[in-house]
């Protein structure tokens, strides 16, 4: 099976701080409820995938992006840190996982190695807020990390001029974007990239023709009729496929509740992280539902990374795997890169081993390029 029709199968299928940091901690979150568009409830129990690490101190924050939402984030500091400045970083993905999932995972793990680091909900998900829910913005995701640099860089314990993005599979490309426009944000890394914008709008290896492109604006034009018409968002899938006569397939799932036995490895993999007890979280999109189904159309109008020759002379990691199916978003970005960058392809990994599987994230690599990066 190609590339292409696995992707296309894949879819159908579908304890303390500081005084000072707990003050500085607790202002944000009341300033963030001035926001129109408040944070959800938030749990305040350990509800993590990942196992609670005793070497971090955790705590729940909420902060405001320059639209009014507030984003709700998971912050985490090794226990007894003594230097009063740190290295920081922001952690977000992957496209539909909570910070929960792996976006934690990365955040807790490089917490234990000296950064400040905060792993959050993009807007319209998981605990953060806004409404609709379950749509996805390139400008305000992409506003998260800025506003996520914000609050990290506001804490008494960070310096402020030493703090790093890291965006997981799709967030990736829109880490990139950030960083692009950003230039605080002085080093980023992705790992099991995707270009969420390229995704939606061409497909798995830009496989789209011309008229196939076109059909997608068209049902999703449509769709807009619909939803305007019963006044309330439908569900449906981010990456539009089409069966084999060339008729869209249209679903309300990411992924389906169960594994068809003629499920294709890309898939099986996903399934086998958001589906299973591996990854499953109730607030996660890829676990439970999909996003809305015009989500796509900011996609087609606003490509990710156009900028990417801005982020130069700061240092960009590309993480990827030798048997990801999305390597080539990692290779192609490589490419574009001007200024300092590393392609790291890690053997015998697929995507979904970069989301969990400890004997394939590399994270000693990870935290000597932000160190280096970020001295």
């Known amino acids: 099976m190609t590339p292409t029709m696995s992707r296309r199968r894949a879819l159908q299928g579908a304890a303390s701080f500081t005084a000072a940091a707990a003050t500085a901690l607790q202002a944000t979150s009341a300033g963030a409820q001035t926001h129109s568009a408040a944070a959800r409830t938030m749990t305040r129990h350990w509800d993590k995938v990942f196992p609670k690490s005793s070497r971090v101190d955790h705590r729940k924050i909420t902060f405001g992006n320059r639209y009014g939402i507030t984003v709700a984030a998971d912050l985490y500091r090794l226990k007894g840190a003594a230097s009063p400045k740190r290295p920081a970083l922001v952690v977000s993905g992957p496209f539909g996982a909570v910070k929960e999932q792996v976006a934690g995972l990365y955040a807790q793990t490089l917490a234990e190695r000296g950064f400040v680091t905060l792993a959050f909900d993009p807007s319209f998900t998981g605990e953060s807020g806004g409404v609709v829910r379950n ?34 599979c799709g967030l990736s490309g829109i880490a990139l974007t950030a960083a692009s426009a950003d230039s605080r944000i002085k080093a980023v890394a992705t790992s099991a990239m ?32 619909a939803d305007a018409e019963s006044g309330q968002p439908a569900l449906g899938l981010h990456e539009v496929p089409f069966d084999e006569q060339g008729r869209i397939v249209k679903g ?3 992924l389906p509740e169960k594994l068809p036995p003629e499920a294709d490895p890309v898939l099986t993999a996903f ?13 996660s999109i890829n676990s439970t539902t999909a ?9 087609f109008g606003f490509p990710l990374a156009a900028h990417i020759d801005m982020i130069a002379p700061r240092p960009i990691l590309l993480v990827t795997g030798d048997k990801a199916h999305s390597r080539y978003y990692s290779d192609d970005v490589y490419q574009a890169a001007t200024g300092p960058k590393e392609l790291l392809v890690v053997p015998d ?17 990870l935290d000597t390029f932000f160190k280096q990066s970020l001295a």
């Open 194 to 225: 995707y270009d969420m914008s390229r995704s939606m709008s061409r497909a798995h290896q830009d496989s789209y023709t011309r008229a196939q492109r076109q059909q997608v604006i068209d049902y999703l034009s449509q769709q807009r009729w």
């Open 271 to 283: 399934f086998n992280y958001y589906r299973t007890r591996r990854g499953f979280h109730p607030r």
């Open 135 to 168: 749509v996805a913005s390139p400008d305000i995701f992409t506003e998260d990390f800025s506003a996520a640099v914000d609050a990290i860089g506001l804490l008494p314990g960070v310096d402020r001029t030493r703090i790093g993005a890291i965006g997981i």
């Open 349 to 365: 990994a697929d995507h979904v081993d970069l989301y969990d599987n400890l004997a394939r994230i590399p994270f000693d690599r």
């Open 291 to 299: 996003w809305t189904a015009t989500t796509p159309m900011a996609f």
């Open 252 to 254: 309300t799932r990411v």
